[in-house]
């Protein structure tokens, strides 16, 4: 079996990596509820998920390390999922000696409703909130050589709806509430970024021998659509293919692969 396992692994890692990536601050599908929170409980049983990641960027001067983490688990009594999640950020380093830090949270509820035991629906709503602080030296929007400071914020509200089965998945979710604020300590200076609208489509498929297999693994695919727009009424839209994951599962340990990395 465990010979199925590697062989299984390395042969979707020689398919997946040539499309990954630096790894970013929080990589692509690496925690159940990134994209839509109304996974938050889908397990059943409770759930912890870590990640930690570390970018040597260009120089071995400059790096980043980032941690995320979340935890989620179905509450009977109230017949629904409940999930939170924590993001924190740091990098050093770059031409103009960049120094900064970020955290996150998020909370999410996701009520669930069975229909004829085999399919669910669940709907769910989350708040996040978000808060960076950065400096560096010689750059926009001053052009000296003052050490120039950033602070910034973000807070989101989305709703999103899963409907799920034994072997596949379709999931949608919808800001409800973006606003994020970016403030310069050296000039009279700041910008209020609003996202009019953002969406995500999050489709998935688990391949498993049989029900009783301690192994599988599951494709997903994610999509993202939605215009943005800020304080000064300037405006774009997108539509775009977000994320490529492969998770594999094995009893209780998952692991996988992303255009972002590994996770």
Do not use: C
Not at 18 to 28: K, M, T
């Amino acid at each position: 079996m465990m010979r199925v396992i590697l062989k299984s692994s390395l042969v979707w890692a020689g398919i997946l990596l040539p499309f990954a990536s630096r790894a970013q601050d929080v990589p692509l599908g690496a925690l159940p509820m990134q994209f839509n929170s109304s996974f938050a409980g889908e397990a059943q049983s409770p759930r912890l998920n870590v990640n930690i990641g570390f970018d040597g960027l260009e120089s071995s001067s400059s790096w980043r390390v980032a941690t995320q983490s979340s935890y989620d688990q179905f509450v009977p009594a109230l017949r629904s999922g409940i999930g939170v999640s924590s993001t924190y950020s740091r990098q050093r380093g770059g031409s103009s000696s960049f120094e900064g830090h970020g955290y996150g949270f998020a909370v999410a509820v996701a009520p669930k409703f069975s229909l004829k035991g085999k399919y669910t629906i669940s709907p769910s709503l989350d708040f996040s909130y978000s808060s960076s602080r950065s400096s560096y030296d010689n750059y926009w929007p001053t052009f000296t050589n003052e050490r120039q400071k950033i602070n910034a914020f973000s807070i989101q509200s989305r709703a999103a709806i899963l409907f799920n089965t034994q072997k596949w998945y379709v999931g949608y979710s919808v800001n409800l509430l973006t606003h994020s604020e970016i403030r310069y300590s050296s000039v009279d200076f700041g910008a209020n970024l609003k996202t009019r609208f953002s969406s995500y489509w999050q489709f998935g498929y688990t391949f498993q021998r049989s029900s009783e297999s301690k192994f599988s693994f599951t494709p997903q695919f994610v999509f993202r659509t939605g215009y943005d727009g800020s304080s000064y009424g300037s405006r774009f839209r997108y539509f775009y293919f977000t994320s490529l994951n492969l998770n594999f599962r094995y009893q209780k340990v998952i692991w996988g692969l992303s255009n972002a990395g590994f996770h």
